[in-house]
């Protein structure tokens, strides 16, 4: 089947599967907000809570029990004597809040709405499932303002939206296909575990093309985890998590459609609502396009040409006495082409083709105080990948099974569970690096709150691989209050990483020039972070020291009597660190958002031992995003971002990448069901190919035909559509 057929296939797929919208989610779908209203640390009765039309009265204690749709919601708090208070409520689970009301003698004689907004965000990657502002874990959260954002600028993939966060960073690690992996403070893509609702969707290691491959239209937040997060996770989480969280049944439908001016098409639809009973259901369809683009007219493609299908239905159960299932499963098809014309006049051409299925479910039971917990998911998926005249058929798979159970005993929350996942890959044509590997894991978790002032989280695992052999993983956090408006966090663990054939090189390569792999060792780390946060009023303002050491890191060399390239363990240690800092600003219609990453990371070379600077990690990372939103008309956005000087490897033209600023400005409209959106992206035009060729001038010692990406290489870009709900 050629790429355009599966292309249209799957688009007509996705609308005929689609479901028929059914009425408003019943009260089985519902959540339970109990919401205490205090002042100067007492209780307020009699206070009056408001959802929508819908208002509760808090009672001696001052609380209130709200049973709402799961989702978003406004709550506005008044009570006699007291400034009123706004409050954005996102959950889909029973949650609890606290407000806290300044005495009328504060007021400034405002009116309610210029009141400080607080955002109350459940957070499921550190497994307890706390408030955002209670974990002593720092998880970063992209809630769904933020999704929409990025969706307007890129509806076909997640990558702008994790690299425009702070501390992460987006590496192509293929020019030639657009491959790319996430980098967390520094530390290689192959540390990152990209997780889909806490399952592994998408692999153990997800690799270059999964985040090209995830449309986020159905996300309703992003959670990220910095650092060494084998303890919660497992091996392939020795960097960070990335935790993609889905959007939940809401009775609603849009519809997007999008075009670039470098000819990409976009086409997602999402539709979601109760299906009888207490059951509820989601659904994505998309079919995205890119026509190849040789942006700088070399003969060579700036942008491969793409044809790709998505298609995700999701099930949901919720009895709301705690007993919850939710169910996923998914499929891309994706047609990839690029390459182009190398010196001499001849062609080399690289093409890839995807097919990926997976399925995986959640299961939460809440029995005798105790919440049982069961997670399962399997993936597999194939590829057809060809270098030049080399053809690369494999397979991947990836099963994975746990059951934990939680409980509380006075200021303790205790979890206990087991794990075990396989991971298996075969190839077709390169013979000598099958492999599959079987991980039994058991782990342990203890959240202990015993102040309002103090929380600690201790979490340890301990992993048999079955070719590495056993391991032992732990974290420990402190969360601290030291006053108002002040919270301080601080974080210390390791963990280890398993080698596989795949790494940000051999991603572009593929495996043929690679002699099989022998006598490796696990690459093993440890790492710390110290953050310091104060909020004043409607600035949020937060700063953080980091810092790890990986000791026998996995690097490509290049043998001086050989032909085969060979992957080994290098002497030593990769040491990275590094600080974040963070400026907020909300006040309604402005978002102000101001971040800077500073990263210094070093590593041995395999021959010398002598240190070099890591390469592709920018010393310095700089953002300030400017929006205005007026809810029912529109909003209109502007960003800069800056990236600062990078070490290059293995590049003629230079030792140094220039820095460089990206400007994007967005504009969106709303006309009654419909919006309206006009993206500019890089409208400086930052462009590796305005100071350096891409192509070599010959083949490289490590058979590439093309220089690493240390700049954008599509350069301007503007994009336009429509977003139309129902």
Known sequence: MSSRLVFIAIALVSVLLAPVATRAQSAADSVAITVTVTSADRPIPGAVVRAGSRAWETDRGGAAVLRLIAGRHRLRISADGHRPASLDVVTDRDTAVTIRLAPSEAETGEHEHDAGELETVIVTATRSEQRIEDAPVRVEVLAREEVEEKMMMTPGDVSMMLNETSGLRVQTTSPSLGGANVRVQGLRGRYTQVLSDGLPLYGGQSG???????????????????????????????????????????????????????????????????????????????????????????????????????????????????????????????????????????????????????????????????????????????????????????????????????????????????????????????????????????????DWHPAEWLGVTASGRVDRHSEYGTFVSPRVSALVRPGAGWNVRASAGGGYYAPTPFTEETEAIGLAPLRPLEGLK????????????????????????????????????????????????????????????????????????????????TEPQFRTSERRTVPLTPRHQSGLVAMWEAEGRGRLGLELYYTGLQSLEENPYRDQSRAYLIVGMLAERTIGRARVFVNAENLLDARQTRWQPLVLPMRSAERRWTTDAWAPLEGRVINAGVRLSW
């Open 522 to 601: 696990a690459e093993r780390a440890r790492g710390a972070s110290l953050d310091v946060g104060r909020t004043i009023g409607n600035l949020e303002l937060n700063a953080s020291v980091f810092g790890s050491v990986v000791d026998d890191a996995l690097q490509l060399v290049v043998p001086e009597l050989a032909t085969d390239l060979v992957l080994a363990n290098v002497p030593g240690e990769t040491r990275t660190w590094g600080t974040e800092a963070l400026l907020r600003y909300h006040r309604e219609p402005w978002h102000v958002t101001a971040t800077h990453t500073y990263v210094r990371a």
């Open 208 to 446: 270059s093309l999964g985040l090209l491959q995830i449309p986020p239209m159905d996300l309703g937040q992003v959670e990220v985890i910095k650092g060494a997060a084998s303890a919660l996770y497992g091996a392939s989480a020795l960097g960070g998590v990335v935790n993609l969280v889905s959007r939940r049944p809401a009775d609603d439908r849009e519809l997007l459609l999008n075009a670039t001016t470098l000819g990409g098409a976009d086409a997602v639809l999402w539709s979601s609502g109760a299906l009888g009973g207490r059951w509820g259901y989601t659904f994505l369809g998309g079919a995205h396009g890119q026509r190849r683009a040789d942006v700088d007219g070399d003969r060579w493609a700036d942008l491969p040409s793409y044809a790709r299908g998505v298609v995700r239905p999701r099930l949901f159960w919720d009895d709301g006495q705690g007993r919850s299932l939710f169910v996923t499963v998914g499929a891309t098809a994706e047609d990839r082409n690029g390459g182009g014309e190398i010196p001499g006049g001849a062609r080399f051409a690289e093409e890839l083709r995807t097919r990926r299925a997976d399925a995986g479910l959640v299961a939460r039971w809440l029995t005798g105080g105790t919440l049982l917990n069961v997670r399962a998911s399997a993936m597999g998926q194939r590829h057809d990948h060809r270098f030049g005249e080399v053809r690369e058929r494999d397979r991947h798979a990836t099963w994975f099974g746990e059951g934990s159970a939680a409980w509380t005993r006075g200021a303790h929350t205790l979890v206990l569970g087991a794990a075990l996942q396989r991971e298996a890959y075969a190839a077709q044509d390169v013979p000598g690096f099958d492999y599959t590997f079987t991980i039994p894991s058991l782990f342990a978790q203890d």
